[in-house]
C-alpha cells in the first residue's frame, strides 16, 4: 500500500490573492478537491498525509469533512521550503511508499494514480516531453551560454512515487550537503538513487497564475461541440 | 459501485415517481429501489404494487417522510445511507404546488413549495455526499413550467427553474466523482399535481407518468450520457 504525501502548502504569492492558492477555485471548486477526490478512489493509497499553510488548518480540514474523504487523512504544518514540508510530511507517512503529489495540479486523475502505481520500479515520476527549445544562459551577462538536447530533457511533473526509504535518505542527503531542491524526483537522483520516469500529460497543468485557472477549467470541460 | 445498482425515488406514491419506481424494480442489474413519500394509503398501495412486480433480484424499501420538513429529510438521509448503503441513482421527482395568482399567494405555500421541489432535493443530494455516497447519476424532475414562467403558477414556476438552473451547477461541481446529472422537464403530464394546476383539463387525453418515467430510466441507463447534458423536455 501507498502513503500519499499532498503538498498543499504554498503561499501562491504568484497568484496575487488574498489567501493561498489551494483555495482558490477551479471551475467552482477549492482546487485541493480534485487531488482529495482523484486519490480516495485509489484504492492502492491508503493515506493521505496533508499539510496546510500557516494559519489555515481549520480550513483545511473543512474541505476534507465536507467532501467526506474516506481514505485516513493526516495533517502537518506545510514548511519553510517545499522540501522541508516534505521532509515533514514523510514523518507521518505509515507505509514503506509514498506518491508526491501537489493540490495545485488538478487534472490528475484516478487513472493517473494507478498508472504510476502500476510502473514496475519503486522510484518514478511523470515526466512530459518538451515542445519547444530551450537554452542554458548567463543571466548575469544575459548571454547564451551553449546548447540543450530537448530529447533528453523532460518536463517534471508530479504525482511521482519513492521508496520512503530512498526518498528519506535524499533529503538526509541534501541537508548534509546544505543544498535545496525545488522538486524530488531530482533531488532523489541527485543523491545518487535511481529515479525512472514514465510519459506524463501537457494537460497535466501547475496552476499557479489566474491564466492557469481559465485553462484549467477549459481542460476540465473537454472538448468542444461540433463533429 | 455494487453491480447491482441502488436507486431512490422520492415522491414515490404515485405519478411519475411510482412509475419510474415500477420501471427500475423490474430490472434485474438493479439490487433495490428506496422509495420515499409522506405516509398515505396511496404510498402504502404503490409499496404493495412495486412488491408485487419486482423482480427477484429487487427489495423495495419504503421510507416514509415529508420532504417539507428539512430535519426529517436529513434523517431520512442518515437512515437511508445506513440502511442501505450508497445510492446509486437518486430521482428527486417528489413536487408540490398550490397554484395562486400573485395577490393570493400565501407565503408559507409559497415557502413549502420551494422545501419540497428545490430545497428538499439538495437536501438529499449534499447529505448523502456528506455520508460518503457516490452517485452515479441523479435525475432531478423540473417542468416546463420552469422553463417560461405562467400566470397564476408563481409559486411552481419559480421552484422548477431554480431546479433547472441547480441542476446544471449539480452536473458541473459532481463531475468531480463521475457522476452525471441529469434534468428532466416534463410537460402535460396526467399526474395529481398537474390535476391541480389544470383542473379541467381531461388527463387521458395528455402525456402519461409512463412515459415521463421511461425517459428517466433511459436517463439513468448507459445511452443516457449522450442526452444528460442539458435539460431533457419531455413533453406531448
Given at each position: ?129 518538451i515542445?519547444f527549445t530551450v ?13 540543450l538536447d530537448r530529447d533528453r530533457l ?74 | ?236
Amino acid at each position: 500500500m501507498y502513503s500519499l504525501v499532498l503538498l498543499n502548502g504554498g503561499s501562491g504569492t504568484r497568484m496575487g490573492a488574498p489567501r493561498p492558492k489551494q483555495f482558490l477555485k477551479v471551475n467552482g471548486i477549492p482546487i485541493l478537491v480534485y487531488s482529495l477526490v482523484a486519490v480516495d478512489a485509489v484504492p492502492e493509497i491508503d493515506q493521505i498525509v496533508l499539510n496546510y499553510p500557516e494559519g489555515w488548518r481549520a480550513d483545511v480540514e473543512k474541505i476534507v469533512h465536507d467532501y467526506a474523504v474516506r481514505t485516513p487523512v493526516d495533517l502537518v504544518p506545510a514548511g519553510a521550503t517545499r522540501q522541508e514540508s516534505v521532509a515533514r510530511a514523510l514523518e507521518l507517512v505509515a507505509n514503506d511508499d509514498v506518491v508526491l503529489h501537489e493540490a495545485a495540479r488538478p487534472l490528475v486523475g484516478p487513472g493517473d494514480f494507478a498508472r504510476l502505481i502500476a510502473a514496475p520500479q519503486r522510484n518514478v515520476s511523470f515526466m512530459a516531453p518538451i515542445p519547444f527549445t530551450v537554452a542554458p544562459v548567463d543571466p548575469e551577462t544575459g548571454t547564451v551560454t551553449g546548447y540543450l538536447d530537448r530529447d533528453r530533457l523532460r518536463n517534471v511533473q508530479l504525482p511521482q512515487k519513492f521508496a520512503r526509504a530512498d526518498l528519506e535518505k535524499a533529503h538526509a542527503y541534501a541537508a548534509d550537503e546544505g543544498r535545496s531542491y525545488t522538486e524530488d524526483a531530482t533531488l532523489v537522483a541527485a543523491a545518487g538513487l535511481s529515479v525512472h520516469f514514465i510519459d506524463g500529460a501537457d494537460s497535466n497543468i501547475k496552476v499557479t497564475t489566474p491564466t492557469d485557472i481559465h485553462l484549467a477549467v477549459s481542460l476540465l470541460h473537454g472538448s468542444d461541440d461540433g463533429e | 459501485m455494487s453491480e447491482q445498482r441502488s436507486v431512490m425515488v422520492t415522491g414515490a406514491s404515485k405519478g411519475i415517481g411510482l412509475a419510474t419506481a415500477e420501471r427500475f424494480a423490474r430490472r434485474d442489474d438493479v439490487g433495490q429501489v428506496v422509495v420515499v413519500a409522506r405516509d398515505s394509503p396511496a404510498f402504502d398501495q404503490a409499496v404493495a404494487r412495486l412488491e408485487a412486480v419486482a423482480s427477484p433480484s429487487v427489495k423495495v424499501w419504503p421510507h416514509r417522510v415529508d420532504l417539507a420538513d428539512r430535519a426529517a429529510t436529513l434523517a431520512l438521509v442518515d437512515d437511508v445511507y445506513a440502511m442501505h448503503g450508497n445510492v446509486d441513482v437518486l430521482v428527486n421527482n417528489a413536487g408540490y404546488t398550490r397554484p395562486e395568482p400573485i395577490h393570493q399567494i400565501d407565503f408559507a405555500e409559497f415557502e413549502r413549495t420551494m422545501a419540497v421541489n428545490l430545497y428538499a432535493p439538495f437536501t438529499v443530494v449534499q447529505g448523502l455526499l456528506h455520508a460518503g455516497n457516490r452517485f452515479e447519476v441523479v435525475v432531478n424532475v423540473a417542468s416546463t413550467a420552469g422553463m417560461n414562467g405562467r400566470s397564476g403558477w408563481l409559486t411552481y414556476s419559480a421552484s422548477k427553474a431554480a431546479v433547472i438552473n441547480m441542476s446544471e451547477v449539480m452536473r458541473e461541481e459532481l463531475a468531480i466523482y463521475g457522476t452525471r446529472v441529469a434534468c428532466v422537464s416534463p410537460g402535460r403530464c396526467a399526474t395529481d399535481l398537474r390535476r391541480a394546476l389544470a383542473p379541467d383539463e381531461d388527463p387521458a387525453t395528455i402525456m402519461q407518468p409512463g412515459d415521463v418515467a421511461a425517459a428517466i430510466e433511459m436517463l439513468a441507463s448507459d445511452v443516457g450520457r449522450f442526452v444528460d447534458s442539458a435539460n431533457l423536455v419531455v413533453r406531448q
